[in-house]
């Protein structure tokens, strides 16, 4: 797994800023196209690191639309989400975080939009290893009930690979959105 985790690393941040931005804009459109943002109004994602796919014009849109956007800050080995701001410090990974802006747990989310490093055919992520956002919505697991927040895995095309172990900790996403597929 460490060996297929810094090969996807890799093959992402090989990617050229051009392809960067048009793939960001497509899957905007991907999510637009599949109705995410109809009743939600606090929303979590991502400033891309490491080579993650560009967030920027969903962002933007975001904002633009009246939703409350949030970023994943680090708590002890948990994350919380804290309104995109103005002001920013860097964390102990080196990415930035908002400060001085309210901060909300994941349960009060209506869509959280996470980075991912692999995916399959089946949901199944592969992250940086920390397990941070499986450590924070470990909740789901617990119990069916919860409609709130829905999951989806932003990804380039080629970060698919065909099969990925699920561990029992791991916390399903509902979706994988990349520039060119909506996978449920």
Not at 11 to 27: A, C, N, V, Y
Not at 127 to 134: L, Q
Not at 140 to 169: I, R, T
Request: glycine letters at 8%.
């Amino acid at each position: 797994m460490i060996e297929l985790r810094r090969q996807l690393r890799q093959l992402r941040k090989s990617i050229d800023e051009k392809t960067r931005k048009e793939d960001g804009q497509k899957i905007l459109h991907q999510c637009q196209k599949n109705g995410l943002f109809e009743n939600a109004k606090h929303i979590a994602i991502f400033i891309p690191n490491d080579g993650e796919i560009e967030t920027g014009d969903t962002i933007k849109f975001l904002k633009n639309n009246g939703c409350f956007v949030y970023l994943p800050i680090l708590v002890e080995e948990k994350l919380k989400f804290a309104e995109m701001g103005e002001h920013f410090r860097k964390n102990r990974f080196g990415i930035d975080e908002p400060i001085h802006t309210p901060v909300m747990e994941a349960k009060q989310m209506d869509l959280i939009f996470m980075p991912l490093v692999g995916f399959d055919k089946n949901k199944n992520r592969l992250g940086m290893g920390g397990g941070f956002y499986d450590k924070t919505l470990s909740f789901k697991l617990k119990s069916k009930n919860y409609q709130a927040p829905k999951l989806f895995g932003l990804a380039f095309d080629c970060q698919e690979v065909d099969h990925l172990d699920s561990k029992p900790w791991d916390v399903p996403v509902d979706s994988i959105v990349t520039p060119t597929r909506f996978l449920e």
